[in-house]
């Protein structure tokens, strides 16, 4: 961590004292060592290999919440048929949509690299990405395991046998409601699954990994800036955002979530996806800043005199309206892209 401190005290006494001609600048750009690197680092990647083990752990485990359910009336009708339709296969597994959640994310951060050219915004895109995704992965299983609910098709897996007297005769109002007790079916983990509804895991990475996306494009080309943007760009940054919602959408078709599930999911995502990417880069929404990568030990300041840049400010993808010039462009002081 030392090596960010002595970085930005060098960059403190450059407005003040001559440098000798040949002398290169250090920046807060600077390409760290790998070892350099690690001792930053490696607390989150402890952190998250921790966090993801425990998620996987606890997905794995049988829902705490021990739910009541009705099932038929008196006449016989279904109680609640949303929860009677058939058992379908996933029309996105589980493995695909944190596969896209993570992959197609980090493909875009890489292919923007060959303009940008900077180790620590993909370093820290590619770690703000994973502060989001793996959290809110964390939370939904907490939530899921905690409190769950039961899926559209958890009929058709419980298979539930109605007793009619003796130790599982129905509880509550006209003895309507039962356990899982009741439940014929022979695969324990689907129906261990079929109660853990709520909220939508697929949702919840779908989301943290496409609004983190769309914020990282928006950053770098520059769509909400001070200039009017090629309409591409607009079509750019909402397109992970149609794939988010196209995954969660799709949960509705083969019945393994109910809506208020992916609204849930989504909020979280995004949420968390927000959070991240303001801890990993200067501004979510300040057009100003929200291109330049943050590090460790050395705050940024905002309002940068002239000729102290750092070595962030032209660390976008466009190049219209002055954006990615060399030095970044400052206008009174503030960072901001140059004239044309």
């Not at 829902?63 to 339709?85: D, I, K, S, T, W």
């Not at 996933?90 to 180790?119: G, K, Y």
Request: hydrophobic share 50%; proline share 7%.
């Amino acid at each position: 961590m030392l090596f960010f401190r002595r970085r930005i005290d060098n960059n403190l006494e450059a407005n003040d004292t001559p440098r000798p001609v040949n002398e290169k600048p250090q920046r807060l750009d600077d390409r760290p060592s790998p070892r350099q690197w690690f001792q930053t680092a490696w607390p989150d990647l402890l952190l998250m290999a921790v966090l993801g083990t425990l998620a996987l752990v606890i997905w794995r485990l049988r829902p705490a919440a021990h739910r009541l359910f009705p099932v038929y009336f008196e006449n016989g009708e279904v109680v609640y048929p949303q929860y009677a339709y058939p058992l379908r296969k996933e029309i996105i597994p589980t493995w695909l949509s944190a596969v896209l959640s993570l992959v197609v994310p980090i493909t875009v951060f890489l292919i923007m690299q060959a303009r940008i050219r900077s180790f620590w915004d993909l370093n820290n895109a590619i770690t703000g990405l994973l502060y989001a995704v793996l959290t809110a992965a964390v939370f939904q299983v907490f939530v899921k395991y905690l409190i769950g609910g039961l899926r559209p098709h958890f009929y058709d897996v419980c298979k539930p046998v109605v007793p009619t007297s003796g130790a599982n005769y129905g509880k509550g109002l006209k003895m309507l409601f039962y356990d899982r007790s009741v439940c014929s079916g022979t695969d324990k983990r689907a129906i261990d699954d079929a109660m853990m509804s709520f909220p939508s895991g697929h949702s919840t990475a779908a989301f943290a990994g496409a609004v983190f996306l769309s914020l990282y494009l928006n950053a770098k080309l520059k769509l909400l800036s001070n200039h009017h943007p090629a309409y591409w760009k607009l079509v750019a940054v909402a397109l992970p955002l149609l794939g988010a919602t196209l995954i969660a959408g799709a949960l509705t078709i083969d019945k393994f979530h109910h809506w208020y599930d992916l609204v849930a999911g989504a909020l979280l995502g995004t949420l968390m996806a927000f959070m991240a990417y303001r801890m990993v880069y200067a501004a979510v929404w300040d057009f100003r800043f929200n291109h330049v990568p943050l590090v460790r030990d050395a705050p940024f300041p905002y309002k940068l005199r002239q000729g102290r840049t750092d070595g962030f400010e032209d660390k976008v993808f466009t190049r219209r309206a002055g954006w990615g010039a060399p030095d970044g462009g400052r206008e009174d002081g503030v960072m901001a892209p140059a004239a044309v």
